[in-house]
């Protein structure tokens, strides 16, 4: 209710009569919650313009904006949620001997270095959604974006929802002029609002690696009862490969080499 009371895009949760906003529900595998969301006019869109892009950036840091140090009742981000226990769920799916799982422990230690040597306090804190894309915002005709689902909404790095957008741009867009000037325009109208710190720039790869890591575990975690449908050592040979290896080696490793 914060957000849509400040004007931020977001579709918001309705109350019942008796103004409860959690339902609960009896289900077969015992008591779930519901909660009733209004309805996000428009459609995803897996590729939008540039300036699209750019509000997204705005919209983005507007919540940034208004949530910095703000303090939710909900998960903490840090390096051990993020890189140490998703890779414990990863082993359960992925053989020890196996150069997809070397590669994932190597670029775990190294990341973890990188975290443990940055300027944390560069890092502003605060609200982070943490899975803001394309799946998760509505574009109406009139270019108007509505965000939700908030599922993994949480406290941390606010950067990090910086990270994960960038990433995700990177994954869908195999043309890199394309994925480049798309990037920048997020960025320009980010920075229109919070301007990232020197660190923030620095850390972007690392911690766009860092969500791959975070992702991969959320789905390893929840093979019995969602992505039993997907899951299984085929599929991550084939994630880790075409996806997180990619933007490992482009970002980090040649950026490394060319700044030793």
């Known amino acids: 209710m914060l957000l849509k009371e400040n004007n931020i895009p977001v579709s918001w949760p309705l109350a019942d009569k008796q103004g409860n906003f959690i339902q609960t529900l009896n289900a077969p595998e015992g008591e779930r919650y519901g909660v009733l969301f209004t309805f996000a006019e428009g459609e995803k869109l897996l590729h939008y313009d540039e300036e699209l892009h750019a509000k997204a950036g705005v919209i983005m840091a507007r919540m940034h ?30 053989p020890a001997d196996s150069p997809e799982m070397a590669f994932m422990t190597a670029v775990q230690a190294h990341l973890l270095q990188i975290l443990q040597e940055a300027d944390l306090t560069a890092l502003p804190q605060g609200v982070v959604h943490m899975d803001i894309w394309f799946d998760n915002m509505n574009i109406r005709a009139d270019q108007e974006i509505t965000l939700f689902d908030f599922d993994f909404c949480g406290n941390g790095w606010q950067c990090l929802d910086v990270a994960y957008y960038i990433l995700q741009l990177h994954s869908l867009i195999r043309d890199m ?52 449908s ?10 880790i490969n075409l996806l997180v290896k990619r933007y490992y080696d482009l970002y980090i490793t040649e950026a490394s080499a060319v700044n030793p």
């Open 65 to 94: 904006q208004l949530t910095r140090s703000m303090p939710l009742n909900r998960v903490t981000y840090t390096a051990k949620n993020l890189l140490e226990d998703p890779l414990i769920s990863i082993k359960k799916f992925l």
């Open 230 to 239: 997907f899951l299984n050592e085929s599929y991550l040979k084939r994630f």
């Open 177 to 228: 002029p394309e994925y480049q000037a798309k990037t920048n325009r997020f960025l320009e109208g980010y920075n229109s609002v919070m301007p990232l710190t020197a660190e923030e720039k620095r850390l972007l790869p690392a911690l766009g690696v860092c969500m791959y890591f975070f992702y991969l575990g959320v789905q390893c975690d929840r093979f019995y009862n969602w992505s039993n």
